[in-house]
C-alpha cells in the first residue's frame, strides 16, 4: 500500500486541477488548474519509471552492478514539461489579450460568444 | 539512399520546416516568403500523394527513425525501442484529406490575409499545424502521437487567436486551448498507463500484449475522453462553433480537417491498439449515441443562428455526429455483416466533410471579406457581384446536407443503409438532421446572397477562386463518380480498420 502513494498523490494532484477548472472563474485561476493536472501527469510519468533503490541512469558515473530507475519516463516528461510551458504560456498570453480589451479575467463577463 | 523510402518522414519534416524557415525568409522579402511557401507545400503534397500510392499498391509502410536501416523496426530481443512512423490505407487516406484541405488553404491565404496583419505569422502556424495533423495520421507511437497532437492544439490555438487586435478571437481561443489540453492531458495519462504496464509505446506492440485488464479500460476511457473532447463531439463542442466562428476562414478549415485527425486517432485506438480485445458493445453503444447526440444538437443549433461563421461551425460540428455514427456501428458488435458498410460510411463521410466544410468556410470568408460582416441579419444581396462564391456556397450547402448527386449523398446513403440495420430510429435521426441542415444552409444562402442589391461588394481575388474551385471539383468529382473513389481509396482505408490490425502488427513486429 505505502509503495503506491506516489501514485495517489499524483490522482490527488490531477483531481485538484480538475476542481479548479470546474469551480474557479478567474482566467488566470485556470490556467493554473490546467497546470496542475499537467504537473500531476507528470509526476506520475516519472513515478512509473521509478525502480526500488535506482539510481539516475547515467551509464558514464555508476558502478557495475547498480540498478538504474527506467530512462524513458523521464525523457518523455522533459517533452511533456516543455510543451506544458509552450501551452501555459499561450493561454497566459489570451489571458493578457483578454484583460487588455475587456478590463476584466472573470470568465463569467466575458461572454461574447455564446450560443 | 532514394527519396521513397524516406517518404514518411519527410512528409511531416518538410512543412516543419516550412514553417520555421519561414518567418526567416519573410524578414528577407516578400516574394521569397511566398516562394518559399508555394514550394514547401506543393513539396508537401506531392509526398502524402506519393506515399498513399505506395501504401495502396504495396501494403503498409514501416519507417524507424534512428535506426541504420529504416526498415529495422524492432531491436535486438524483439522489442521495438525506436519511435516508428507506420502507414496504412488509413494513415494514407487521412494523409490525403489533410493534404486537400492543407493546399486549398493556402492558396486561399495568400490573397486572403493581409500584409500588415501578421500574414507571415498565419502562415508559419498554419504549416505548423500541417505538419502536426501529418505527424498525428502517420506516426506508429503513442507518445510520439501525443506530442503531435499537442503541436496541432498550440498550433491552432494560435491561429485562433493570432488576431490580438479584436477581443473576440482571443476569448475563443482560451476556451478551445484550455479544452484542447485537458483532452491532450487524458491522452497522456493513458499513454502513460500503457506504459506502465506493457513498458512500451508502440502502438503495434501495445496492440499485440493489450489482455483487457481493468487499467486498460480506464486507460480506453479516458482516451476516448481526450480525443473526443479534441474533435468536437458534444458535451465537448462548446468550443468548435466560438473557434471555427472566429478563426479567419482558411484556418478554420484546416481546424475542421484537425479534428479529423483526432477522430483518426480515435479509430485507430478502437480498432488497432485495442482491435484485439474490444467485445464489450457498450464502447459502440457510446461512440453511436454520442454520435447522434451530435448531430441532432448540433444542427439545432445551427437553426437558431444569426452569425454566418457559426452557424457553418455547427452545420460542421453535426458531420462529426456522422462520422461518430458510421464508425461506432462496427464498434458495437464483433463484426457485424452491415459493418464494412458502415465504416465506408463513416470514412468516406470524412473527406467529403472536409471538403464540404472547407467549402462553406471560404466562401463565408469571401463573404465576410467583401461586407465587412458575418452577421446574418446585415447581410443580403450579394449575389450580385459574388456570382462564383454563391455559387460555391450553394453547391456546398447542397453537399453538406447530402442532396443527390453531391458527396455528401453517397456517403451519408451507406450511413442510413448500414444504421438501418440496427435500429431505424438512427436513421430517422440522422435523415432529420439531414433535412434541417438544407433547411438552414437553404436559408443562409437566401439571406446572404440573394434579394436586393444592398451595398457594393468587392469581387473575390482569383486565387481564393482558386482554391474553392479545387474543393468545388473534388466534391463533384466523389459525387458523380462516388464508385470509383469508394474502391480506391475508402476501401482500403475501411479494409485496414475492419481486418487490417494483423497486417499492421505483422508489418511493426516482423512474421
Redesign the interface.
Known amino acids: 500500500m505505502i509503495g503506491n502513494l506516489p501514485f495517489v498523490a499524483c490522482m490527488i494532484l490531477?483531481g485538484l486541477g480538475l476542481w479548479t477548472?470546474l469551480s474557479r472563474r478567474n482566467?488566470i485561476k485556470?490556467a493554473i488548474g490546467?497546470t496542475l493536472?499537467?504537473k500531476g501527469?507528470n509526476l506520475?510519468?516519472v513515478t512509473?519509471g521509478y525502480v526500488e533503490q535506482g539510481v539516475a541512469p547515467i551509464y558514464t558515473y555508476t558502478q557495475p552492478g547498480v540498478t538504474m530507475v527506467?530512462p524513458?519516463?523521464q525523457a518523455?516528461t522533459l517533452?511533456?514539461i516543455v510543451?506544458g510551458m509552450?501551452?501555459t504560456a499561450?493561454?497566459l498570453a489570451?489571458?493578457v489579450?483578454?484583460y487588455r480589451?475587456?478590463g476584466t479575467l472573470d470568465a463569467r463577463k466575458?461572454r461574447?460568444?455564446k450560443? | 539512399m532514394s527519396l521513397g523510402t524516406h517518404l514518411p518522414i519527410l512528409a511531416i519534416a518538410v512543412p516543419l520546416l516550412g514553417a520555421f524557415a519561414l518567418p526567416i525568409f519573410a524578414k528577407v522579402h516578400k516574394r521569397l516568403r511566398d516562394m518559399w511557401a508555394a514550394a514547401v507545400g506543393a513539396f508537401t503534397c506531392a509526398m502524402v500523394i506519393a506515399l498513399a500510392v505506395q501504401v495502396l499498391s504495396t501494403g503498409v509502410v514501416v519507417y524507424t527513425l534512428g535506426a541504420t536501416s529504416p526498415a529495422q523496426t524492432v531491436a535486438p530481443g524483439g522489442f521495438p525501442i525506436r519511435i516508428t512512423l507506420t502507414v496504412d490505407g488509413m494513415s494514407a487516406f487521412m494523409g490525403l484529406i489533410s493534404a486537400l484541405v492543407g493546399l486549398a488553404s493556402l492558396i486561399y491565404a495568400f490573397q486572403f490575409l493581409k500584409e500588415d496583419q501578421g500574414k507571415p505569422l498565419a502562415m508559419t502556424l498554419f504549416f505548423l499545424l500541417w505538419a502536426g495533423m501529418l505527424g498525428m495520421e502517420y506516426t506508429g507511437d503513442m507518445?510520439n502521437f501525443f506530442?503531435f497532437l499537442?503541436i496541432t492544439?498550440?498550433a491552432a490555438?494560435?491561429l485562433i487567436?493570432y488576431r490580438?487586435w479584436?477581443?473576440?478571437p482571443?476569448?475563443?481561443?482560451?476556451?478551445t486551448?484550455?479544452l484542447y489540453?485537458?483532452g491532450?492531458?487524458l491522452v497522456?495519462?493513458a499513454v502513460?498507463i500503457l506504459?506502465?504496464q506493457y513498458?512500451a509505446?508502440n502502438i503495434a506492440y501495445l496492440s499485440s500484449k493489450i489482455g483487457g485488464s481493468q487499467l486498460d479500460k480506464i486507460a480506453l476511457g479516458l482516451l476516448l475522453g481526450g480525443l473526443l473532447m479534441k474533435a468536437g463531439a458534444v458535451p465537448a463542442h462548446m468550443w468548435a462553433?466560438?473557434a471555427y466562428?472566429?478563426a479567419p476562414a482558411q484556418a478554420a478549415m484546416v481546424l475542421v480537417a484537425n479534428t479529423q485527425a483526432s477522430l483518426y486517432g480515435l479509430w485507430r485506438v478502437l480498432f488497432t491498439l485495442f482491435g484485439g480485445v474490444l467485445a464489450a458493445p457498450a464502447v459502440g453503444w457510446l461512440v453511436v449515441s454520442l454520435g447522434t447526440l451530435t448531430l441532432l444538437v448540433a444542427v439545432l443549433?445551427a437553426v437558431?443562428?444569426r452569425d454566418l461563421g457559426?452557424l457553418i461551425a455547427y452545420g460542421a460540428v453535426s458531420q462529426i455526429g456522422y462520422m461518430l455514427l458510421g464508425v461506432g456501428l462496427v464498434a458495437l458488435a464483433s463484426r457485424p455483416d452491415f459493418g464494412l458498410v458502415a465504416m465506408q460510411g463513416g470514412i468516406f463521410h470524412m473527406m467529403n466533410d472536409a471538403a464540404t466544410v472547407g467549402l462553406l468556410m471560404l466562401a463565408a470568408g469571401v463573404v465576410r471579406r467583401a461586407a465587412g460582416t458575418k452577421d446574418l441579419t446585415a447581410l443580403g444581396g450579394l449575389g450580385h457581384d459574388l456570382k462564383w462564391t454563391g455559387g460555391f456556397f450553394f453547391l456546398g450547402a447542397l453537399a453538406l446536407a447530402g442532396i443527390p448527386p453531391f458527396n455528401g449523398f453517397a456517403s451519408k446513403l451507406l450511413i442510413y443503409e448500414s444504421s438501418f440495420r440496427l435500429s431505424p430510429l438512427l436513421t430517422a435521426v440522422a435523415v432529420l438532421g439531414s433535412i434541417l441542415l438544407l433547411a438552414v444552409f437553404a436559408r443562409a444562402f437566401q439571406g446572404v446572397f440573394l434579394g436586393p442589391k444592398m451595398r457594393e461588394a468587392e469581387p473575390a481575388p482569383v486565387g481564393m477562386l482558386v482554391a474553392m474551385g479545387i474543393l468545388a471539383a473534388v466534391i463533384l468529382a466523389m459525387g458523380l463518380a462516388p464508385g470509383f473513389f469508394v474502391e480506391h481509396l475508402v476501401t482500403p482505408a475501411a479494409r485496414a480498420l475492419w481486418e487490417g490490425r494483423d497486417l499492421y502488427l505483422a508489418a511493426v513486429l516482423g512474421g
Open positions: 490531477i477548472l482566467l485556470l490546467i493536472i499537467e501527469v506520475f510519468l512509473l527506467l524513458t519516463p518523455l517533452t511533456s510543451i509552450a501551452t499561450l493561454m489570451f489571458a489579450v483578454i480589451h475587456r466575458i461574447e460568444l450560443g | 507518445f506530442v499537442e492544439s498550440i490555438c494560435a487567436g490580438t479584436e477581443s473576440r482571443a476569448e475563443a481561443a482560451f476556451k486551448m484550455a489540453t485537458v491532450g492531458l497522456l495519462l502513460a506504459y506502465g513498458g509505446l462553433p466560438d466562428g472566429e443549433m437558431l443562428q457559426r
